[in-house]
């Protein structure tokens, strides 16, 4: 064979090696960066990067936290690429999302940094790039779903970037949790594998048809040791699982007994409360993990969320968090005043912002992000909107991504709790919409939520989505968008000084100019909106003084007990360490130091949950009853009923042995006063008909006379002494047991729309105060409450602060579903009550009550739900 010497082809020769740089700061200006690439360096990044070269090269977990639009990006594939060079390591770079590796390729390629992009299936990879990242000639950028899985093919980097790290426990806890949707058979087959360790009027709830009757919020945490008695039935049922599910089941199945079993009517939820990241090589075998993020918190969520005891941090450059990224107008329009031509007092006027006012808002744009937290919020939205099919986007398609929407003329994105990992920069997107509080993404949230009273716990978490998610889009120092936010819920939290004061400086500006400009009519609330998206004269001469003035006068400060969570991690990751190896013994002892050491008053819901861990875990331990494990796991759950105290979800989960439902002297006092009525005034059928009828057709009508009376009706049968106090400027109904007392204001005339006033907050701080100087007693018994019932649920922003602690709000409805559930348990009462008498009697009628969820402990818990001021 003949060839032209000119085109005959050459072996390769080696270049020589690239040198490595002496750190990550000099190699940036090595490199062989693309017009597109940053010329310079900010001094923040400089300053990241020499701390990082200087104290943590060698150390094994270390997180840098850069706020967005301040370059982590960079920083982070500079270190990248210096350990790649000068430590001659294979290093993957993990993003939450494909649309975010797919942004992060782009950056590399820019700086010329030589990167190659594994993202889906490994059977689709590039073998040629892959040999890249294996041979050390690239860095492999990819997400974070292909390290945690049950059979990773990354698990050989010897340095392992994870950006957007704030967003990692929605990514890494999953890996080890299993959700059996209630449409599944095995959610019912579940309750039967678990037998009668749950109560069958439970069951029955879970199981029962959609329907008005039905509570879509309860869950319920299934006991530790019925799990485990179970676990052989649990897993035959869970066995049958196909798709996603199975293979979620087979990262758990050696391992059930160690997971917590969450239900409601949504399915089972199954998970460890902490991931078991310890085991898994893909992510323990590299020598450095480094971790980016826009916002690292101040009470250990990092660690929880990747299940590391000891992560060493960069804190975020000082000057930084005076300058931002971007501007922002938030726009708040349930505030909006009503006309300022409308006359008589304002209280009394229906005329808040509907969905016309946000309506009117959005269409200022012609691209919208809606940003919610759930799928149902998103639609029910675009629907209300009237947003046509041709112009509705999702960030679903694990291909394209968002790009659709930014290479679209109009249209609205609806990303259902997206908080993170989507950039809307520049003129993709100027305008969003933030609706609802972003509190749980899942049962075990929801139970820390709503049944443990924990919020504290959470409270770092979802400030840090709400941070986020007003972010989209602004993710750079000249970005600028209109955040307009409905929703009572994440109004309020915002409304709140300590949750504001924990944010950004910048942030706080720019909410607390927000929540002062939305109390504008509605009209002229829309012309500013404009004036914000043009950012035109009127903006820059009236809005941004007004800004900078907020911003020097704002100053951050940590949220309450944050120091003790995060000192709390090292000692939670080790428990979990024990429980997950099933090292019963261990585990119990390490959940008594989180236990002991868990001490301020607003963790004491938390402590709880611990005592019952190590109660649980000693029970696995103990050999006989006599064993110290065993005497060990008594002690912890008195501790923990005792540390429970205002709540049920204990002795829904693991009563005190021979406890009677009635246990709490409050609910034994209830038990004693439905006897009394069953016994004298409503043992006549004829009159407890009559009664309940009425009390139902009162509650079930808005005008105030008979609404009142339908309440004392209610607390009647519920068996407190239930009157409507006499003297003036006092609550509208009170409920009074011996030890328990609960004041009712009753706004049932009102409208839905409109803000609840400060003064209607105001009077009812002080009706506990009231009641107890009309009975001649100092003060009301500790742990008594007060309940706004308003079909409103905006809550005037300045009402929020001064909001006594005891005080709730509770929507008519849910009054009407305890009164059915009242009257429920009262008929299957009349039918069982002749013929048994004494302890026998007192006993059914406590069972009854405490299925029915009315004996006065589970209405207090249902009625103070929603704290005014915050939890």
Known sequence: MTIDDAKRPRFRRRTAAVAGAADPETLFGELPRTPNGVGALWSHQADQLRTYAIEHRATPDVALELPTGSGKTLVGLLISEWRRRTLGQRVIYACPTKQLTRQVLQKANDQGIPAVLLIGSHRDWDQA?????????????????????????????????????????????????????????????????????????????????????????????????????????????????????????????????????????????????????????????????????????????????????????????????????????FVFPELAAPPSEVPGNVDDIEVAPDAGLVGDLLDLARKRLVLTPDDNSAIKIADLLGVPASERFTAKDADTGIQPFIDADRGTLLAPNRYDGMDLAADSCRMMLMSGLPTASHLQDRFLETKLRASEVLQERIRTRVLQGAGRCTRGPKDWAVVVVVGEDILRFLSRAEVRKSLPVELQAEITFGLEQSQEPGDDLVYLAESALEQDQIWQEDAEPELAKLRREASREPQPNVAELAASTLREVRAWTYAWQQDWESAARAAVEVFENLQAPGLRPYRALWAYLGSAWSALASTDDASPAALRSSDLLRKAHTAAVGTTWLKEVQPLPSANYDSDPVDAEGVEGVLALLKGRLSSPVKFENQSANMLAHLNQREATKYEQGLVALGQILGSEAFKPPSKGRADAAWVWESFWMTLEAKSEQESEGMLSMDYVRQTNTQLASLAADRGVEAPPEGSISIIVSPRSVVDPDAVPIAAPQVYLAAPKLVLDIAHDAVRAWKELRGIAKGVGGEVLHATVARILWEHRVLPTQVRERLSRDPIRGS
């Open 129 to 329: 790039e892959l040999s890249r990242y294996t041979r050390g000639d690239a860095i492999a950028i990819t997400a974070y779903s292909a390290i945690f899985n049950l059979n990773s093919h990354l698990g050989d980097a010897q340095t392992l970037v994870f950006d957007d790290a704030h967003a990692a426990e929605g990514f890494v806890a999953e890996a080890w949790a299993l959700n059996v949707n209630r449409k599944l058979g095995q959610y019912e087959q579940l309750f039967d594998a678990l037998g009668d360790s749950v109560e069958p009027t439970f069951v029955a709830r879970m199981i029962a048809p959609d329907g008005p009757a039905a509570d879509a919020s309860e869950v319920r945490l299934i006991p530790v040791g019925a799990v485990a008695r179970h676990a052989e039935d649990i897993d035959r049922v869970l066995a049958g699982l196909n798709g996603d599910p199975m293979y979620r089941f087979r990262m758990l199945r050696e391992n059930l007994t160690s997971c917590l079993f969450y239900v409601s009517r949504r399915g089972f939820y199954i998970r460890p409360m902490i991931p078991p990241t310890f085991e898994h090589g893909p992510y323990t075998d590299p020598i450095q993990r480094l971790y980016l993020s826009a916002t690292l918190g101040d009470a250990g969520e990092l660690e929880r969320a990747f299940g590391r005891a000891d992560i060493k941090r960069v804190p975020v450059p000082t000057a930084w968090d005076r300058a931002g990224s971007g501007r922002r107008f």
